[in-house]
């Protein structure tokens, strides 16, 4: 799995670095198929009650691309709103990708 964490308007601390990492091994472990990760945390400075931070992941899985953002007034809290939504993503595509079908019955002639 290759891991991109960028920053825009921030710098990335080396415990914020290992924050995310952590959180996304949830990820890794619903679905071990991920090829790509990349993460960019924003700081948004609207006004001073008002600066949002930001988080957006990009998930290249094989064969589709999940997406997710989330803004809080914290970094961490939206790191970790963000991958309770890629969690649910990645748990959903798991699922459409496993068969529920069932064999069709024999035939009594």
Known sequence: MNLTISGHHLEITPALRSYVTTK???????????????????????????????????????????FA????????????????????QVVRHKDRLQSHHHAAPKRLM
């Open 24 to 66: 996304l091994d949830r990820i890794k472990r619903h679905f071990d198929q991920v090829v790509d990760v990349r993460v960019l945390l924003t700081l948004e400075n609207l006004k001073e009650k008002e600066r949002r931070q930001k988080a957006e992941c990009n998930i290249h899985i094989k064969g589709i691309e999940l």
């Open 69 to 88: 953002e989330c803004a809080h007034t914290d970094l961490y809290a939206a790191v970790d709103e963000l991958v309770d939504k890629l969690d649910r």
